[in-house]
């Protein structure tokens, strides 16, 4: 690439132009290091803090401060407002109550803990105070605060944690909102609070006086302006350098070519610029900085140029961060990095930017819930914050490798986090402090009402929120529960589970990583990392990645105890700031269960507890095989195919099923953390919820338990769920438009659900049928097609249906597998022929002519039948379900007659096709020539060779082809088995 593609930018187009430009650098330097101990016995230079922006408007600063309860600061990067705003509001008194004089805290929230610690260091050294005296900080893990401290630094968790206990924030006297540009969940969470905050104030008349400060670098202003009722703004201008864009004559840039091109431009400039120029050049990821480090570095020494690379990212170890504010002797330094140096921290000696205009981040799937990593384009705000980073301490250059028209379609400004995130913490936050509507939240980028609804559906089906009677929603007491603990809601849901299989130690060390960023380093320049490699497979375990969680948790706990092993940690590639993290957070979620209660108890070595605890606490996340497809497809959404992640203990390991912590979608769908689920664990999960009856299926409950939202089947948009929810009566059904689920068949062993959709009273189509028989559900289109053409109320007629229709089945590979019984004597070949042709008119009829079969469908058809047939044999008494409720003594043939008689239909048969009801008096006609389309299952099941049923017991939690298979609905108190003789239906 040429330099000469390139367009130096315009005066207008330069990033800013400070107005007091300081010619020292070292003292720039000294404000923002990366470290945390870069303050510690520096001398505070006086006329540089006095000659900061800020210090310049101190009077005007503090006037608009003192004359508003509410007003936004927006202050240019260098301007000073993060460490001199706080101090002029102590020095004024402001951290007093005006009315009592009572001395109170001022708080500053930062969205990063480094910059939280960094700045209250950096405030303690001017103050001539030690750190945690009357300056300090906090977050999690760490309270360097004393009953002396009048100003706190601290993340913006922390201050959420404040407000869900305290509601008026009684302990400060003013909150300062730090970086509220990078609108993270948090950020805008606690801008929310705050407004309705001071509502609550107006209301009831509360006297407690509380300053709201929001500060900025961008222009942003009148939004924030905007939503707290035109709240003032204050405008400082910044102390950077002018710096020089350049922008590439024509687009080029693509995935393929980045770290090329950007190897190629540093290259280029390193032959004009001056060796104690340092570079910086943004990338969206470790992966592309990684190759760039090893490319350059490989270059370099080819051509011998006076280079050094390293990378920079958050992930990368404090060691490998440290080196980039080395000095280089003779060398240029390059450094490639992520948008992590965009704001917050000053690299010394940074001259030129290189720009790609990438940056990557997570986008949350709402339909799906999983996240997935995308790469975009930077926005123009960001764009202008990269090239500030060139001058900071002299004037620079900003390479931009985009054309200028492609940088005038940006978008002005990022997309705010709660705009791509999943909300389910941020609702259930403000349903704890008290809001009870989502449509009276006040957001300040407003999310889409399907992403809203998404988030509040999952709060509802995990039991954290509840419908209250004003119509509006409240926490459960399980989410308040929730709520307590520092980790994702749905992640917490595993300690319920946990204590009650008794093995809640396990399931607190397993949180703690989850909630952990990942303990292997990957600080090679060389993509295969030998090193993380090695360390996997020494703490790889056939159980899965939480199992090997546990194993590097038992590791650390002996590398505490001796502190010799620390080239241990660096042989297996371990980072121990981070499992020092992950110990820190086990240790505070293990406090909290203390404090509420939860009995810590150990499953030991055996981890069959846990692994049935995590099948139990994240159902949705459960994944079958498919082997057509050789990946996992989610069992509540069959068309969600993924694959287990490399890094995983199971990777290449073809397991029955997993149940993931979380799903990543990048190049590929990946599902992570994996325990690998074995059957036993599998066959004790449930999709029943408590909540509803717990007696044996029955023509009364089974709707309702059908309709329950736990259930794969679940559809919210069903007639079923809305008189549910209004707590109204079934038999409204037939006045109502829409999807319905209707009783077709209540005679046990099976039952019999038909889905619908209904345009009036009269007129339907029939979508597909559900069978529950035996604790398994089985959809598919056609299977009730044959078998009511012979079913009766009773025993015998079903046995012998399901007998005559396994001698009568054929399999052809084109069909599939049907059925072909003898046409009836009394019909005419006229008549099989019309009702044939009515047959194919319907639109869920499938014609096995026209559907190309897989075998797992008609094995799966084959077991149905043969499992009825296994389990109620000729001569066993059997249980009919229904009014009667008589046990049928196959050797009486008055028996069966009797119940014939008196066994009625129940009155939901009325909402289907007269046709499709079998009769209480007598069988149905038999169909001829009637097949069996294509089943569509909902989980899956795996063929055996050579055809015929799966002999392994277990072997229906196996995954088949697209819609190929049944969904195991198992040990529900529903659904349960008595022990001993066949009875009613279910396990």
């Known amino acids: 690439m040429r330099l000469d593609t390139m367009n130096g930018g315009k005066a207008g187009n330069s990033v800013t132009t400070a107005s007091t430009a300081s010619n020292s650098s070292s003292n720039i330097s000294k404000i923002n290091g990366f470290n945390n101990k870069q303050f510690d016995g520096i001398k505070v230079d006086k006329e540089f803090i006095a000659n900061l922006p800020v210090r310049l408007v101190e009077d005007e600063v503090l006037k608009v401060i003192k004359e508003n309860e509410i007003c936004i600061i927006i202050g240019e990067t260098g301007s000073g407002k993060s460490t001199q705003i706080p101090q002029i509001c102590l020095d004024a008194g402001l951290h007093k109550c005006p009315t009592t004089g009572v001395e109170k805290k001022i708080i500053v929230t930062q969205p990063r803990r480094i910059a939280a610690s960094a700045l209250a260091k950096r405030v303690a050294s001017e103050r001539r105070v030690k750190n945690g005296t009357e300056v300090g900080f906090k977050f999690r893990f760490e309270n360097v605060t004393s009953p002396e401290t009048k100003l706190v630094y601290a993340t913006d968790g922390i201050l959420l944690a404040d407000a869900i206990k305290d509601p008026f924030l009684s302990e400060y006297s003013m909150v300062i909102i730090d970086e509220a540009h990078e609108r993270t969940c948090q950020t805008d969470t606690l801008l929310m609070i705050l407004k309705i905050l001071n509502k609550k104030k107006e209301k009831s008349g509360n006297e407690i006086s509380l300053k709201i400060v929001i500060m900025s670098a961008t222009v942003e202003a009148e939004k924030f302006s905007k939503f707290f009722n035109d709240a003032k703004i204050f405008a400082i201008e910044g102390r950077t350098y002018e710096t020089k864009l350049f922008y590439l004559s024509r687009p080029n840039l693509q995935e393929g070519n980045m770290v090329s091109m950007c190897v190629d431009c540093v290259l280029q400039l390193d032959k004009e610029e001056p060796v104690e120029h340092d570079f910086l050049v943004f990338l969206p990821g470790f992966e592309e900085i990684n190759s760039a480090v090893k490319l350059t570095a490989q270059r370099s020494k080819e051509k011998g140029l006076t280079l050094v690379a390293f990378p920079l990212y958050a992930s990368l170890s404090l060691a490998r961060q440290a080196q980039i504010y080395q000095k280089q002797s003779k060398l240029r330094k390059v450094i490639y990095?992520?948008?992590?140096?965009?704001?917050?921290?000053?690299?010394?000696?940074?001259?030129?930017?290189?720009?790609?205009?990438?940056?990557?981040?997570?986008?949350?799937?709402?339909?799906?819930?999983?996240?997935?990593?995308v790469t975009v384009n930077v926005s123009q705000a960001q764009a202008m914050q990269r090239a500030g980073r060139a001058g900071r301490e002299a004037p620079g250059k900003c390479y931009r490798l985009y054309?200028?028209?492609?940088?005038?379609?940006?978008?002005?400004?990022?997309?705010?986090?709660?705009?791509?995130?999943?909300?389910?913490?941020?609702?259930?936050?403000?349903?704890?402090?008290?809001?009870?509507?989502?449509?009276?939240?006040?957001?300040?980028?407003?999310?889409?009402?399907?992403?809203?609804?998404?988030?509040?559906?999952?709060?509802?089906?995990?039991?954290?929120?509840?419908?209250?009677?004003?119509?509006?929603?409240?926490?459960?007491?399980?989410?308040?529960?929730?709520?307590e603990f520092p980790i994702d809601p749905v992640l917490c849901l595993l300690l319920f589970k946990a204590e009650r299989n008794h093995c809640l130690v396990e399931a607190v060390t397993i949180l703690a990583f989850l909630s952990s960023d990942p303990v292997f380093t990957n600080d090679s320049l060389d993509l295969e990392d030998k090193k993380t490699d090695e360390a996997r497979r020494k703490f790889s375990c056939n159980e899965g990645d939480l199992a090997r969680m546990l194993s590097i948790y038992s590791f650390y706990k002996s590398f505490k105890k001796n502190r010799n092993m620390k080239e241990d940690l660096h042989r297996y590639g371990l980072n121990e700031a981070r499992l020092s993290t992950v110990f820190k957070v086990r240790k505070q979620i293990n406090n909290l269960c203390s404090n509420l209660g939860l009995k810590m108890e150990s499953c030991g070595q055996d981890l069959?507890?846990?692994?049935?605890?995590?099948?139990?606490?994240?159902?949705?996340?459960?994944?079958?095989?498919?082997?057509?497809?050789?990946?996992?497809?989610?069992?509540?959404?069959?068309?969600?195919?993924?694959?287990?992640?490399?890094?995983?203990?199971?990777?290449?390991?073809?397991?029955?099923?997993?149940?993931?912590?979380?799903?990543?979608?990048?190049?590929?769908?990946?599902?992570?953390?994996?325990?690998?689920?074995?059957?036993?664990?599998?066959?004790?999960?449930?999709?029943?919820?408590?909540?509803?009856?717990?007696?044996?299926?029955n023509v009364e409950n089974i709707i309702h338990y059908f309709c329950d939202q736990s259930n794969p089947f679940y559809d919210t948009q069903s007639d079923n769920q809305t008189l549910i929810m209004q707590g109204m009566p079934m038999d409204r059904l037939s006045k109502m438009n829409g999807i319905q689920f209707s009783l077709v068949h209540a005679c046990g062993p099976l039952f019999v659900i038909g889905k619908l959709k209904r345009a009036s009273e009269t007129n339907f189509t029939p979508i597909c049928y559900y069978y529950c028989m035996d604790g398994t559900v089985y959809q598919c289109p056609d299977l009730y097609t044959f078998i009511q053409s012979?079913?009766?109320?009773?025993?015998?007629?079903?046995?012998?249906?399901?007998?005559?229709?396994?001698?009568?089945?054929?399999?052809?590979?084109?069909?599939?597998?049907?059925w072909e019984f003898d046409a009836d004597a009394s019909k005419s070949a006229e008549t099989i022929e019309e009702e044939k042709e009515k047959k194919s008119k319907k639109s869920w009829y499938q014609d096995p002519n026209k559907v190309r079969s897989s075998q797992y469908q008609w094995k799966r058809a084959d077991r149905i039948?043969?499992?009825?047939?296994?389990?109620?044999?000729?001569?066993?008494?059997?249980?009919?379900?229904?009014?009667?409720?008589?046990?049928?003594?196959?050797?009486?043939?008055?028996?069966?007659?009797?119940t014939s008689r008196q066994t009625p239909m129940p009155q939901q048969l009325n909402s289907l096709e007269p046709s499709s009801i079998v009769s209480a008096s007598k069988p149905a006609t038999p169909a001829s020539n009637i097949t069996a389309g294509p089943i569509t299952p909902l989980t899956g099941g795996a063929p055996t060779p050579g055809g015929g049923l799966l002999s392994a017991p277990n072997s229906h939690l196996a995954a088949g082809g697209p819609g190929s298979v049944s969904s195991r609905i198992v040990n529900s108190p529903a659904m349960r088995k008595n022990n001993g003789t066949p009875s009613k239906i279910g396990r």
């Open 865 to 898: 039948l043969q499992m009825t047939l296994h389990r109620y044999p000729p001569g066993s008494g059997m249980r009919i379900e229904g009014p009667s409720q008589m046990e049928i003594d196959n050797s009486n043939p008055a028996s069966v007659a009797t």
């Open 790 to 818: 012979r079913l009766a109320q009773i025993a015998n007629p079903l046995r012998e249906t399901l007998t005559q229709a396994s001698k009568f089945s054929r399999f052809d590979v084109n069909k599939g597998y049907t």
């Open 608 to 697: 069959v507890a846990l692994r049935k605890s995590v099948a139990e606490s994240w159902p949705y996340n459960m994944c079958l095989f498919d082997p057509e497809v050789n990946a996992y497809r989610l069992a509540s959404d069959k068309k969600t195919v993924c694959k287990i992640h490399p890094t995983s203990c199971l990777a290449g390991v073809k397991a029955h099923a997993i149940v993931f912590s979380s799903m990543m979608e990048t190049t590929e769908r990946y599902a992570n953390n994996n325990p690998g689920i074995p059957d036993s664990p599998l066959l004790h999960k449930s999709w029943h919820n408590p909540g509803w009856p717990s007696n044996l299926l």
């Open 337 to 373: 990095s992520t948008n992590i140096a965009e704001t917050s921290i000053t690299i010394p000696g940074i001259r030129v930017v290189i720009d790609s205009g990438k940056v990557r981040q997570k986008e949350f799937v709402h339909d799906l819930k999983y996240d997935k990593l």
């Open 403 to 483: 054309s200028l028209e492609e940088y005038n379609k940006m978008l002005k400004m990022p997309v705010p986090e709660v705009l791509r995130s999943n909300l389910t913490s941020v609702i259930l936050t403000l349903f704890k402090i008290g809001m009870k509507k989502t449509v009276s939240m006040a957001w300040l980028d407003t999310p889409s009402k399907d992403k809203v609804m998404a988030a509040l559906r999952q709060l509802k089906e995990y039991n954290l929120v509840t419908k209250l009677p004003d119509k509006g929603y409240g926490c459960t007491k399980q989410g308040n529960i929730v709520s």
